[in-house]
C-alpha cells in the first residue's frame, strides 16, 4: 500500500512542477519588454528570484544578494523600512524609489507584498517594480515649462500694461486710443508669432522685419532691403524690437518711404565695427524724391518706444534722425541678447 501511495504522489508533482515551469515561461515573456520587474525577497531581505530586471541588469548575480546589493541598492533606505512594515503587518506598501546610475536617475513605482507558505506564515515579500522615469522627466519638464509661462505671462502683462499708459497719454480721444493701443498689441502678437514659430526659442530679425511689415503693408515687402545678419534674437529682445518695428513701419506708412511709390527701406544688423561685444539694427528710408523733415512734436509714445523703451528694455542705445531722405534708426544691442 505504501508503494502504491508513492507511487501515486510521484506523477503529481512532476505535473505541478511543468505547469510552474509553463506559468513562469508565460510570465517572463508577458513581462518582456515591459517596464515592470518583478522579484522576491526572503525575511533578511536577500534577492531569491528575478523576472524582467531592468535593462542592463544581471537578474541572475542579483539572486543570492541582500537588499543593498540587489536591484535597487541605492534606494535601500526608502525600500527596507517598508519591506520590515509588511512582513511585521502583512498590508501591502507602495513606496516611490529613485536610484542612479551612469545612464543618470531612474524612478520606480514599487509594490511590496508578503509572500506566504502554505501555512500562511508571512516568508518573505515580492516586489513589483513600474519604470515611471519617463513619466518623472515628463512632469519635470511641465513644471519647467510652466514656470517659464508664468514668467512670461507676467512680463507679457508688464508690456502690455505699459503700452496702454503710454499711448492713453499720447492720445486725445477714446477712438484714438483704441486705434493705437490695437495696433501696438497686433504687432506684439505678431513678434510671439515668430518666437513660437522657434519654440520660444528666440526670433530671427528679418523675420520679425518681414512680419511686422506685412502686417500694415504687405504688398510692400518688395521695397524692404535686408543686408547683413540674420541674428537669432533672445525672446525679450524679439519681443521689443517687434515693437520698434511696429513704430517704424506706421511711421513709414503715413510719413514716410512706404507712403510713396517708389519708396525704399534699407534693414541692416551686423557686428559694431568698433565694439565686438555690440550688434546694430540699422533701419534707414529713402526714395528718388526728397522726403519732408519731419522732426518730432512733443514726446509722442512711439518716439519714447524708440528712444527710451527699446534701448532700455535690451540694455542697449539708440539713435532716431529725420534726414531730407528719410527717417533713420540705429538700435545697438549687445551680444548677450543674441541666441550663441
Same mark, same amino acid.
Given at each position: 500500500?505504501?508503494?502504491?501511495?508513492?507511487?501515486?504522489?510521484? +506523477?503529481?508533482?512532476?505535473?505541478?512542477?511543468?505547469?510552474?515551469?509553463?506559468?513562469?515561461?508565460?510570465?517572463?515573456?508577458?513581462?518582456?519588454?515591459?517596464?515592470?520587474?518583478?522579484?522576491?525577497?526572503?525575511?533578511?531581505?536577500?534577492?531569491?528570484?528575478?523576472?524582467?530586471? +531592468?535593462?542592463?541588469?544581471?537578474?541572475?548575480?542579483?539572486?543570492?544578494?541582500?537588499?543593498?546589493?540587489? !536591484?535597487?541598492?541605492?534606494?535601500?533606505?526608502?525600500?527596507? +523600512?517598508?519591506?520590515?512594515?509588511?512582513?511585521?503587518?502583512?498590508? /501591502?506598501?507602495?513606496?516611490?524609489?529613485?536610484?542612479?546610475?551612469?545612464?543618470? /536617475?531612474?524612478?520606480?513605482?514599487?509594490?511590496?507584498?508578503?509572500?506566504?507558505?502554505?501555512?500562511?506564515?508571512?516568508?518573505?515579500?515580492?516586489?513589483?517594480?513600474?519604470?515611471? *522615469?519617463?513619466?518623472?522627466?515628463?512632469?519635470?519638464?511641465?513644471? &519647467?515649462?510652466?514656470?517659464?509661462?508664468?514668467?512670461?505671462?507676467?512680463?507679457?502683462?508688464?508690456?502690455?500694461?505699459?503700452?496702454?499708459?503710454?499711448?492713453?497719454?499720447?492720445?486725445?480721444?477714446?477712438?484714438?486710443?483704441?486705434?493705437?493701443?490695437?495696433?501696438?498689441?497686433?504687432?506684439?502678437?505678431?513678434?510671439?508669432?515668430?518666437?513660437?514659430?522657434?519654440?520660444?526659442?528666440?526670433?530671427?530679425?528679418?523675420?520679425?522685419?518681414?512680419?511686422?511689415?506685412?502686417?500694415?503693408?504687405?504688398?510692400?515687402?518688395?521695397?524692404?532691403?535686408?543686408?547683413?545678419?540674420?541674428?537669432?534674437?533672445?525672446?525679450?529682445?524679439?519681443?521689443?524690437?517687434? !515693437?520698434?518695428?511696429?513704430?517704424?513701419? *506706421?511711421?513709414? &506708412?503715413?510719413?514716410?518711404?512706404?507712403?510713396?511709390?517708389?519708396?525704399? &527701406?534699407?534693414?541692416?544688423?551686423?557686428?559694431?565695427?568698433?565694439?565686438?561685444?555690440?550688434?546694430?539694427?540699422?533701419?534707414?528710408?529713402?526714395?528718388?524724391?526728397?522726403?519732408?523733415?519731419? /522732426? +518730432?512734436?512733443?514726446?509722442?509714445?512711439?518716439? !519714447?518706444?524708440?528712444?527710451?523703451?527699446?534701448?532700455?528694455?535690451?540694455?542697449? *542705445?539708440?539713435?532716431?534722425?529725420?534726414?531730407?531722405?528719410?527717417?533713420?534708426?540705429?538700435?545697438?544691442?549687445?551680444?548677450?541678447?543674441?541666441?550663441?
Amino acid at each position: 500500500m505504501g508503494y502504491e501511495n508513492s507511487t501515486q504522489t510521484e +506523477p503529481t508533482r512532476t505535473a505541478d512542477d511543468a505547469v510552474a515551469a509553463g506559468l513562469g515561461r508565460r510570465f517572463e515573456a508577458a513581462l518582456q519588454g515591459s517596464q515592470m520587474t518583478i522579484c522576491g525577497q526572503d525575511r533578511d531581505g536577500v534577492f531569491t528570484w528575478v523576472f524582467n530586471p +531592468p535593462a542592463g541588469v544581471d537578474g541572475d548575480a542579483i539572486v543570492g544578494r541582500g537588499e543593498r546589493e540587489g !536591484l535597487f541598492g541605492t534606494a535601500a533606505d526608502t525600500l527596507s +523600512p517598508a519591506r520590515q512594515a509588511v512582513l511585521a503587518t502583512g498590508e /501591502p506598501r507602495n513606496v516611490e524609489v529613485r536610484t542612479s546610475d551612469e545612464a543618470g /536617475p531612474h524612478w520606480y513605482d514599487v509594490r511590496i507584498l508578503p509572500q506566504t507558505d502554505g501555512s500562511g506564515a508571512i516568508t518573505g515579500t515580492i516586489l513589483s517594480a513600474v519604470d515611471v *522615469t519617463e513619466r518623472k522627466v515628463h512632469e519635470e519638464h511641465l513644471r &519647467i515649462v510652466l514656470r517659464e509661462l508664468a514668467h512670461r505671462s507676467k512680463n507679457l502683462l508688464a508690456v502690455i500694461q505699459g503700452i496702454a499708459r503710454q499711448t492713453a497719454e499720447s492720445t486725445s480721444s477714446t477712438q484714438q486710443f483704441v486705434s493705437r493701443f490695437n495696433g501696438r498689441i497686433y504687432s506684439l502678437s505678431r513678434a510671439h508669432d515668430v518666437l513660437t514659430d522657434a519654440d520660444w526659442r528666440g526670433a530671427r530679425i528679418f523675420d520679425l522685419v518681414r512680419s511686422q511689415v506685412a502686417l500694415y503693408a504687405e504688398p510692400r515687402l518688395s521695397s524692404i532691403q535686408l543686408e547683413g545678419e540674420n541674428g537669432f534674437l533672445r525672446p525679450n529682445a524679439a519681443q521689443y524690437l517687434g !515693437l520698434a518695428l511696429h513704430e517704424l513701419t *506706421t511711421n513709414a &506708412i503715413k510719413y514716410g518711404a512706404l507712403s510713396v511709390p517708389d519708396g525704399i &527701406i534699407a534693414v541692416r544688423f551686423d557686428r559694431s565695427a568698433d565694439d565686438p561685444e555690440l550688434y546694430r539694427f540699422a533701419w534707414s528710408e529713402r526714395s528718388s524724391a526728397s522726403m519732408p523733415e519731419r /522732426p +518730432p512734436r512733443g514726446r509722442s509714445f512711439g518716439l !519714447l518706444m524708440l528712444c527710451n523703451v527699446v534701448p532700455t528694455s535690451v540694455s542697449g *542705445t539708440a539713435q532716431l534722425s529725420f534726414r531730407p531722405e528719410g527717417l533713420a534708426y540705429e538700435l545697438e544691442i549687445p551680444k548677450a541678447q543674441l541666441v550663441p
